[in-house]
């Protein structure tokens, strides 16, 4: 094949998925690995080895998928590009090693460090930031803190390896400390040093970040040592170029074509994100609000949900088991959760009865502080399998419903929202759940199956071709993008709404039971 190829990776909370398109941004082939996270010690953790091993069976999937479409090994490419999920902490020693494992954005430990840089920095502060788990583990006293030289994101620290440059995406960069749009913010870099060598701290933070850069731009070249780190049969050859690492908030607004102001999009997986691109400036200081960043450094309103499709898919698992055992046979996990979306449209107005919290983790958005999925119903009804599914599709978007309610008071709002994610995968089911959590018509495009890693296959190829700007590349790229959208219907809408009361009235039993020992 010849023309250039293009690679994409993105590390997921469930699934490394790889994509490698052409100059006309032509899907030709993916790969994927799935992995999960662990909790240790306290902390929901990804082991360093397990990140070196999936970045490997990821590409080891793609290179397969390429030699068996194609008939030839995939030896070069032309440019890759890097994501990874936001926000969470890598702390890395003066040689490159890990001083903690990556603390991941699912932990709810710093809500004393983002609570007091909030009130001090007059901004809001997510407990997910990778400024709260540097500054609490500060407070914590930790011993790593003295040692640590570098610290960066999941995606920073595979590009790190990829090329040896410190470097990442200003939109990465959003989720480890503000950005003014070129960079960190200056002043409230200043007011972290003084708070931070105060309490035993670095004073002199930023040097402990990754260069913030804008799509576009080289970020860097593949060495010798990052082919061998990212294919394991040696056979990929260095020196093709990188563009800036960033985080799956970036790669997805990427992906939707939503980096234009006023354009927002809604990512739908472990977590549950939206992203309006900002119209006007909006207030910072909203708990509930995250203040992000494009790809190309526009400000974003981002309405974060730590919970989302976990609970869906511990039951298709627990549903898959009893059919097995009823059939003898095993089902297709993929073809299982597609017929349970569709059976969910069977459901009744009232999902019999049947009330559900998702918390896995911590919710910051609803207040729950730890995790305990909690399932509730009302006597004097017969629930059914499809009210229980709609009732699980229900509960994974209904704390996003929380914080979006929210925004909406402070005038952050979108009339229609490109969607992409696990949870949009069964044709028009989750459209129609999220356009009621949302209020707008929600619509997806063909390509949304390969999610973040085509997006950051785009960045790449962005930085390859960048004679024009972001908004206007993208563009042309969508032109012509299929796509399906779906509106918020009347009986939906009703059936959510009620949900939703229900909801709201129970939260506080769901507080209570995360923190059962």
Same mark, same amino acid.
């Given at each position: 094949?010849?023309?250039?190829?293009?690679?994409?990776?993105?590390?997921?909370?469930?699934?490394?998925?790889?994509?490698?398109?052409?100059?006309?941004?032509?899907?030709?082939?993916?790969?994927?690995?799935?992995?999960?996270?662990?909790?240790?010690?306290?902390?929901?953790?990804?082991?360093?080895?397990?990140?070196?091993?999936?970045?490997?069976?990821?590409?080891?999937?793609?290179?397969?998928?390429?030699?068996?479409?194609?008939?030839?090994?995939?030896?070069?490419?032309?440019?890759?590009?890097?994501?990874?999920?936001?926000?969470?902490?890598?702390?890395?020693?003066?040689?490159?090693?890990?001083?903690?494992?990556?603390?991941?954005?699912?932990?709810?430990?710093?809500?004393?460090?983002?609570?007091?840089?909030?009130?001090?920095?007059?901004?809001?502060?997510?407990?997910?930031?990778?400024?709260?788990?540097?500054?609490?583990?500060?407070?914590?006293?930790?011993?790593?803190?003295?040692?640590?030289?570098?610290?960066?994101?999941?995606?920073?620290?595979?590009?790190?390896?990829?090329?040896?440059?410190?470097?990442?995406?200003?939109?990465?960069?959003?989720?480890?400390?503000?950005?003014?749009?070129?960079?960190?913010?200056?002043?409230?870099?200043?007011?972290?040093?003084?708070?931070?060598?105060?309490?035993?701290?670095?004073?002199?933070?930023?040097?402990?970040?990754?260069?913030?850069?804008?799509?576009?731009?080289?970020?860097?070249?593949?060495?010798?040592?990052?082919?061998?780190?990212?294919?394991?049969?040696?056979?990929?050859? @260095? +020196?093709?170029?990188?563009?800036?690492? /960033?985080?799956? =908030?970036?790669?997805?607004?990427?992906?939707? !074509? %939503?980096? $234009?102001?006023?354009?927002?999009?809604?990512?739908?997986?472990?977590?549950?994100?939206?992203?309006?691109?900002?119209?006007?400036?909006?207030?910072?200081?909203?708990?509930?609000?995250?203040?992000?960043?494009?790809?190309?450094?526009?400000?974003?309103?981002?309405?974060?949900?730590?919970?989302?499709?976990?609970?869906?898919?511990?039951?298709?698992?627990?549903?898959?088991?009893?059919?097995?055992?009823? @059939? +003898?046979?095993?089902?297709?996990?993929? /073809?299982?959760? =597609?017929?349970?979306?569709?059976?969910?449209? !069977? %459901?009744? $107005?009232?999902?019999?009865?049947?009330?559900?919290?998702?918390?896995?983790?911590?919710?910051?958005?609803?207040?729950?502080?730890?995790?305990?999925?909690?399932?509730?119903?009302?006597?004097?009804?017969?629930?059914?399998?499809?009210?229980?599914?709609?009732?699980?599709?229900?509960?994974?978007?209904?704390?996003?419903?929380?914080?979006?309610?929210?925004?909406?008071?402070?005038?952050?709002?979108?009339?229609?929202?490109?969607?992409?994610?696990?949870?949009?995968?069964?044709?028009?089911?989750?459209?129609?759940?999220?356009?009621?959590?949302?209020?707008?018509?929600?619509?997806?495009?063909?390509?949304?199956?390969?999610?973040?890693?085509?997006?950051?296959?785009?960045?790449?190829?962005?930085?390859?071709?960048?004679?024009?700007?972001?908004?206007?590349?993208?563009?042309?790229?969508?032109?012509?993008?299929?796509?399906?959208?779906?509106?918020?219907?009347?009986?939906?809408?009703?059936?959510?709404?009620?949900?939703?009361?229900?909801?709201?009235?129970?939260?506080?039993?769901?507080?209570?039971?995360?923190?059962?020992?």
């Amino acid at each position: 094949m010849n023309g250039k190829l293009i690679l994409g990776m993105e590390l997921g909370s469930t699934r490394i998925k790889s994509v490698l398109i052409n100059e006309n941004a032509e899907i030709l082939a993916s790969g994927s690995y799935v992995w999960e996270n662990t909790r240790e010690n306290g902390y929901w953790i990804y082991a360093e080895e397990d990140i070196e091993i999936g970045v490997k069976k990821s590409f080891a999937a793609l290179a397969r998928d390429y030699r068996e479409k194609y008939d030839k090994e995939l030896t070069c490419v032309t440019a890759i590009g890097v994501s990874a999920m936001m926000h969470g902490y890598i702390a890395l020693d003066e040689n490159g090693k890990f001083l903690t494992p990556f603390r991941t954005w699912r932990n709810t430990t710093t809500k004393a460090a983002a609570d007091e840089l909030t009130m001090e920095f007059e901004f809001n502060i997510p407990q997910r930031w990778s400024v709260a788990h540097y500054y609490q583990a500060v407070l914590n006293g930790e011993e790593h803190v003295r040692k640590t030289a570098f610290l960066t994101t999941l995606a920073g620290y595979v590009h790190f390896r990829l090329t040896g440059e410190k470097v990442i995406g200003i939109g990465d960069a959003s989720g480890m400390f503000p950005v003014d749009g070129n960079g960190y913010d200056a002043e409230l870099i200043k007011k972290f040093n003084a708070l931070s060598s105060k309490n035993g701290g670095c004073g002199d933070f930023e040097k402990l970040l990754p260069k913030p850069l804008k799509a576009g731009v080289c970020a860097g070249v593949l060495t010798e040592s990052g082919a061998r780190f990212l294919d394991e049969s040696e056979r990929l050859r @260095s +020196g093709c170029v990188l563009c800036p690492p /960033e985080g799956d =908030a970036g790669t997805g607004m990427t992906a939707t !074509n %939503s980096v $234009e102001k006023c354009t927002a999009n809604v990512s739908a997986g472990t977590s549950a994100f939206l992203m309006i691109v900002a119209q006007k400036p909006f207030n910072a200081f909203n708990r509930e609000i995250d203040i992000a960043a494009t790809p190309h450094g526009l400000p974003v309103a981002m309405v974060h949900a730590n919970n989302c499709t976990n609970e869906i898919n511990a039951w298709t698992k627990i549903f898959g088991e009893a059919a097995a055992i009823a @059939s +003898g046979k095993q089902i297709d996990r993929n /073809e299982l959760i =597609a017929r349970l979306f569709e059976e969910s449209e !069977n %459901s009744s $107005e009232n999902l019999g009865g049947l009330l559900g919290y998702n918390f896995l983790s911590g919710e910051p958005i609803a207040r729950a502080d730890g995790g305990r999925p909690l399932i509730m119903r009302e006597a004097g009804f017969s629930p059914t399998l499809a009210d229980f599914m709609k009732m699980q599709l229900y509960s994974a978007v209904a704390a996003l419903r929380l914080g979006v309610e929210i925004a909406e008071k402070e005038g952050v709002k979108a009339d229609c929202v490109c969607g992409h994610g696990g949870f949009f995968k069964t044709d028009r089911v989750g459209q129609s759940v999220m356009a009621a959590a949302l209020k707008a018509p929600v619509s997806v495009m063909k390509t949304a199956g390969e999610g973040g890693a085509f997006g950051m296959a785009l960045l790449a190829l962005f930085a390859l071709c960048c004679e024009t700007d972001l908004p206007t590349f993208l563009s042309g790229i969508f032109e012509n993008a299929e796509k399906t959208v779906v509106a918020p219907s009347v009986k939906e809408q009703k059936s959510f709404d009620m949900f939703m009361k229900k909801y709201k009235a129970g939260l506080e039993t769901a507080r209570t039971a995360a923190k059962i020992g």
